[in-house]
């Protein structure tokens, strides 16, 4: 039995769920993060979003972003005790049309366009070959409207399987009256964590270096916000249908 998150991009299982998944590998449990937009992008030049992006995060050209995320991927699951996949899907900012235009020029934070309709298809059959019966899939609940969370989140659902639904961090912060609407009907379940899950938690969260600076809307330290989170129910809730 594999406990397996699925992550839109590099950080978003281990912002989420970084305390829960060293619990779990701590526990003797095999878990791993299945990263859906790791893909690395076409040649070429690169949208407004794209270059403004590249520009926060310091992290140069496309390739070279992509490649610094998978280090810093690598070196996030370690701390938690994950092992990761990475699918070779594009990330919003990089995805084109048949014609060679971005499909997000201007936003990441919008309903998937049309030219994306057979997206979320391609990757549950991309997931579904990599499965086993007894695997345990935790899904995003797409909280804030990132359209690459929305397009996994469709994308898990159509897998037929049952899920668990985690709460995306840090949007859950950003956007703190967005969680109630997003899991009514559904069942939570909380998993107690220790603090050593949380300081292995924030390790991890820490090694995503080049996202730091454009994660959090108030100017926060991380770890100050991943302990007020924590320190809510000193754990973390997974939420599942009835």
């Known amino acids: 039995m594999r406990w397996i998150y699925l992550s839109p991009h590099f950080d978003d299982a281990v912002l989420s769920c970084g305390g829960l998944i060293h ?5 003797g449990q095999v878990v791993e993060i299945w990263t859906i937009f790791a893909g690395d992008p076409h040649p070429g030049p690169r949208s407004e979003v794209a270059l403004k992006i590249h520009a926060l995060w310091g992290t140069g050209d496309g390739a070279a972003t992509i490649a610094l995320r998978k280090e810093e991927d690598q070196a996030a699951a370690g ?12 990330d919003c900012i990089y995805r084109r049309g048949p014609g060679g235009a971005y ?14 309709a057979d997206l979320p298809a391609r990757i549950a059959g991309a997931i579904e070959s990599e499965l086993l ?7 995003p609940l797409a909280l804030g ?18 899920l668990r639904y985690y709460a995306d961090f840090p949007y859950l912060v950003n956007y ?13 379940e909380l998993f107690p ?40 129910r000193q754990g973390i809730c997974l939420w599942q249908a009835g």
């Open 23 to 27: 619990s779990q590998s701590r526990q």
């Open 79 to 90: 701390c938690v005790g994950a092992d990761v996949v990475h699918f070779d899907f594009a």
């Open 103 to 116: 499909l997000y020029p201007e936003s990441v934070f919008v309903p998937p366009v049309p030219a994306d």
């Open 133 to 139: 019966p007894g695997d345990i899939l935790v899904c």
């Open 145 to 162: 409207g990132h359209v690459d969370h929305i397009v996994a989140r469709q994308a898990i659902e159509c897998l037929g399987r049952p």
């Open 176 to 188: 703190p009256d967005a969680l109630a609407p997003a899991v009514a009907g559904l069942q939570a």
């Open 193 to 232: 964590l220790s603090e050593d899950d949380l300081r292995l938690w924030q390790a991890g969260v820490a090694a995503y270096a080049s996202q730091i600076s454009s994660l959090l809307r108030e100017p926060a330290p991380m770890d100050d916000v991943l302990r007020a989170y924590w320190q809510q």
